[in-house]
């Protein structure tokens, strides 16, 4: 059982010296690799692997196609500020080839994991000559993919998947006794800036968590833009998360007086501390009304705008 440590409890700089040191003994004389998504997990074991293995960990950046508008380069750029030089890897027809034709929720996540972990990852470590993957697995993560509510694409050891014998390395995973309160903690105290650690939390398969059906490039297009209207417009609110949901039926609307069937966005918006419970923000009307106009506005192939409000549970915050 993994012994949870609270952001209340967490001393960061004494917390950091100890993960410095394990992960240092660790690894050895050997190398790491880890993949950063820009978001606060990845970020701030990004940081702190660096801080312990300087040189000897290479980062690189998965370029999936699953990621939100101009993701890649402002996580590249982002990091060469801070130091770390980040490898951008073009993945997208890997992982578009992998989703073709599935629409199983679970299906979905397991092929993202198969081909991050096993091909696309497994190749660069081969490559690098690493035996180590440093990844930012948090206690939800894992408490989530136990009770079974869904499977989180970065959790092995605890349904019994050993990755040296699955993938040929093996995984480390510093923060795995944090929450997202403890880690955004954790990355200020790492040196983070604002934009990086106060981000709003986003899912490990990416937005092909936010389109409910297949995830095409077409239908993950379609999310893409409705996210950068949502983050954008509640950017502001804060709240704890907000995204755009893609639902897979057409609906009836109507466009120049003619009968017309489009998409439906679903939008949510979180009030929460940790993840494990939270309630849907109360948004204005007005706030509400702006959303639709926008996303209607932007993306002819819409006809519909919704907001959730059924909380966490029996919800969870993302739709798959």
């Not at 940081?47 to 370029?63: P, S, W």
């Not at 981000?199 to 893409?224: K, N």
């Not at 609307?253 to 679903?266: H, L, S």
Request: net charge neutral; charged share 25%; with cysteine.
């Amino acid at each position: 059982m993994i012994k949870e440590i609270t952001a209340q409890e967490l001393n960061s700089e004494s917390f950091i010296d100890w993960k410095v040191k394990e992960i240092s003994a660790t690894v050895g004389e050997g190398m790491a690799i880890n993949a950063l998504s820009g978001g606060i997990d990845s970020s701030t074991v990004t940081m702190l692997g660096h801080r312990a293995l300087g040189d000897r960990l290479k980062t690189v950046f998965i370029e999936n196609g699953l990621m939100r508008e101009g993701e890649p380069a402002q996580v590249v750029a982002l990091f060469k500020k801070l130091g770390v030089t980040v490898e951008l890897v073009d993945a997208r027809k890997e992982f578009f080839e992998a989703l073709r034709g599935i629409t199983d929720p679970e299906e979905k996540r397991e092929a993202i994991t198969q081909t991050f972990y096993r091909y696309v990852f497994g190749r660069i470590v081969r490559e690098s000559g690493a035996k180590f993957l440093l990844q930012g697995t948090i206690l939800t993560d894992v408490d989530e993919t136990v009770a079974g509510i869904k499977r989180q694409h970065n959790v092995f050891e605890q349904l019994g998947i050993d990755p040296q014998q699955a993938f040929g390395y093996r995984i480390i995973e510093p923060l795995i006794q944090l929450r997202k309160d403890g880690v955004r903690k954790l990355g200020r105290a790492l040196g983070l800036p604002p934009e990086t650690f106060d981000r709003i939390p986003f899912p490990g398969p990416a937005l092909s968590a936010r389109v409910i059906g297949e995830a095409t490039p077409d239908r993950i297009d379609t999310v893409r833009k409705a996210t950068a209207i949502i983050e954008r417009l509640l950017k502001g609110s804060g709240a704890f998360q907000y995204m755009a949901i893609l639902h897979a039926d057409r609906v009836t609307g109507m466009r120049n007086g003619k009968r017309d069937f489009g998409q439906q966005i679903e939008i949510r918006c979180w009030d929460s501390v940790d993840a494990r419970t939270a309630t849907p923000t109360r948004l204005s009307f007005e706030m509400l009304e702006q959303l639709a106009t926008e996303i209607i506005g932007e993306m002819p192939s819409v006809v519909s705008v919704t907001y959730n409000i059924a909380p966490k549970p029996p919800s969870t915050i993302e739709a798959i």
